[in-house]
T-cell receptor, first 115, second 111 residues
Framework: KAGVTQTPRYLIKTRGQQVTLSCSPI?????VSWYQQTPGQGLQFLFE???????NKGNFPGRFSGRQFSNSRSEMNVSTLELGDSALYLC??????????????FGPGTRLLVL | AQRVTQPEKLLSVFKGAPVELKCNYS??????LFWYVQYSRQRLQLLLR??SRESIKGFTADLNKGETSFHLKKPFAQEEDSAMYYC?????????????FGTGTQLKVEL
């Protein structure tokens, strides 16, 4: 099976702009999670989607949003970019059992640089 | 609130020496713990999870609820073990899944 794919891989934006990142999960996986990775804060959970619904959200401002489509592909959007948003954004997909945790499989990430 | 602590940012060992990467957690419920590894220029990948009780690439980890620890161990380090290792706590919350990661430990195996 093909792994989780993320596009674009690299992105440069300026402060105040907005950005949209895309994630395609492993075929058959219905849950998609997003994480932000920075040298200072490490890996932090952003949100999780299942069946086009956000099930869980981390402690990030409302400028960070996401959505999931009927084919399980997901996008995340960051509006009014700040310098501190520079990070590696990771997407992870998993099967979505009725209960319990399933292993998350990570994509290569999108590296965002805000100037 | 849940928290995962990895006290060492960098751990350097010689090839053939034992390895122990420390992980402590804070969680009020029944924890599910994972170790993820990131090799140079590769994506983050699961190494092992405590419920499977498997040994992957010679690594093992035992959940100690009394000490709230989930240390990763390997009896003899290999050069290819050099990587970044993350301990993570998984929980089902709000109907969904969430991983809380530690800050990671860079393992360097020297010849």
């Amino acid at each position: 099976k093909a792994g989780v794919t993320q596009t674009p891989r690299y992105l440069i934006k300026t402060r105040g702009q907005q950005v949209t990142l895309s994630c395609s999960p492993i075929s058959g996986h219905r849950s998609v999670s997003w994480y932000q990775q920075t040298p200072g804060q490490g890996l932090q959970f952003l949100f999780e989607y299942f069946s086009e619904t956000q099930r869980n959200k981390g402690n990030f401002p409302g400028r960070f949003s996401g959505r999931q489509f009927s084919n399980s592909r997901s996008e995340m959007n960051v509006s009014t970019l700040e310098l501190g948003d520079s990070a590696l954004y990771l997407c992870a997909s998993s099967l979505a059992p009725p209960a319990g945790l399933e292993t998350q499989y990570f994509g290569p990430g999108t590296r965002l640089l805000v100037l | 609130a849940q928290r995962v602590t990895q006290p060492e940012k960098l751990l350097s060992v010689f090839k053939g020496a034992p390895v122990e990467l420390k992980c402590n957690y804070s969680y009020s419920g029944s924890p599910e713990l994972f170790w993820y590894v990131q090799y140079s220029r590769q994506r983050l990948q699961l190494l092992l999870r405590h419920i499977s009780r498997e040994s992957i690439k010679g690594f093992t980890a035992d959940l100690n609820k009394g000490e709230t620890s989930f240390h990763l161990k390997k009896p003899f380090a290999q050069e290819e073990d050099s990587a970044m290792y993350y301990c993570a706590l998984g929980e089902v919350t709000g109907g969904g899944n969430k991983l809380t990661f530690g800050t990671g430990t860079q393992l360097k195996v020297e010849l």
